[in-house]
């Protein structure tokens, strides 16, 4: 699959009206897996405060995070100097394509930077602003997930394609899931927000996992706020 803007292309007219649409959700799609009308509306009507009413977007107020991001001393280098984060295009990533980041997570992120690159590592900062954002955290933006799982099943059962499965450590179905929400779904998401449950717990019998964080994934420059820096090891 060359690209998924260019699967969604090759799907035909289904995906294009769906897209043209704007705030419309598919109600066969939705009444298939039990939504109802309910869920159409309170979908469209995520999208449509998201679009055109500042004041009843979903996390609006001007909420900026943290974002940590593990990388190697040569990629660093090109982010501060072009003072940008080249998005990640791989199919399996957990939150879509995108630049990823540990909200608030320094020593997440310097954890999985020596993991992965050892002495080259290198954790770099910014300020990422969270006001047009997919956030999964409270569950009120999950009908779109399902929604979009639907429509992206139906079309691969159209075109006689096996859907991607996840694994514990690849997430192909979610990535293309995910990506169907923002680029055909409800263009506009720049970021999307997500917990994850990670590590051994950390007493017996405990549901409170040692690597449990926040992760962030930036689709675009826009949501940068301020410079990016290095952080120095804590």
Same mark, same amino acid.
């Given at each position: 699959?060359?690209?998924?803007?260019?699967?969604?292309?090759?799907?035909?007219?289904?995906?294009?009206?769906?897209?043209?649409?704007?705030?419309?959700? $598919?109600?066969?799609?939705?009444?298939?897996?039990?939504?109802?009308?309910?869920?159409?509306?309170?979908?469209?009507?995520?999208?449509?405060? =998201? $679009?055109?009413?500042?004041?009843?977007?979903?996390?609006?107020?001007?909420?900026?995070?943290?974002?940590?991001?593990?990388?190697?001393?040569?990629?660093?280098?090109?982010?501060?100097?072009?003072?940008?984060?080249?998005?990640? !295009?791989?199919? $399996?990533?957990?939150?879509?394509?995108?630049?990823?980041?540990?909200?608030?997570?320094?020593?997440?992120?310097?954890?999985?930077?020596?993991?992965?690159?050892?002495? $080259?590592?290198?954790?770099?900062?910014?300020?990422?602003?969270?006001?047009?954002?997919?956030?999964?955290?409270?569950?009120?933006?999950?009908?779109?997930?399902?929604?979009? =799982?639907?429509?992206? !099943?139906?079309?691969?059962?159209?075109?006689?394609?096996?859907?991607?499965?996840?694994?514990?450590?690849?997430?192909?179905?979610?990535?293309?899931?995910?990506?169907?929400?923002?680029?055909?779904?409800?263009?506009?998401?720049?970021?999307?927000?997500?917990?994850?449950?990670?590590?051994?717990?950390?007493?017996?019998?405990?549901?409170?996992?040692?690597?449990? =964080?926040?992760?962030?994934?930036?689709?675009?420059?826009?949501?940068?706020?301020?410079?990016?820096?290095?952080?120095?090891?804590?």
């Amino acid at each position: 699959m060359a690209s998924k803007r260019g699967f969604w292309r090759s799907l035909g007219g289904n995906a294009g009206a769906r897209r043209r649409g704007g705030s419309h959700l $598919d109600p066969d799609a939705a009444a298939a897996i039990g939504l109802g009308d309910a869920a159409i509306v309170r979908g469209a009507q995520i999208g449509d405060q =998201h $679009d055109d009413h500042e004041e009843n977007r979903p996390n609006i107020g001007k909420r900026v995070v943290r974002g940590y991001h593990g990388t190697r001393l040569g990629v660093a280098a090109t982010i501060l100097e072009m003072q940008a984060n080249e998005p990640s !295009r791989k199919p $399996d990533n957990w939150l879509g394509s995108g630049a990823y980041y540990w909200e608030a997570g320094l020593r997440r992120a310097w954890i999985w930077a020596e993991h992965r690159y050892g002495k $080259d590592a290198v954790v770099v900062s910014v300020n990422i602003n969270l006001d047009q954002c997919l956030d999964l955290v409270d569950g009120a933006q999950h009908p779109l997930l399902q929604i979009a =799982h639907e429509l992206v !099943r139906r079309d691969f059962e159209r075109q006689n394609l096996k859907l991607p499965a996840n694994t514990k450590t690849q997430h192909p179905l979610d990535c293309l899931v995910i990506d169907y929400v923002c680029d055909v779904l409800k263009p506009g998401f720049t970021t999307i927000r997500a917990p994850f449950e990670d590590g051994d717990p950390v007493y017996q019998g405990s549901r409170i996992t040692s690597m449990a =964080h926040v992760q962030i994934c930036v689709k675009g420059p826009a949501s940068y706020e301020g410079p990016f820096r290095i952080e120095e090891h804590g």
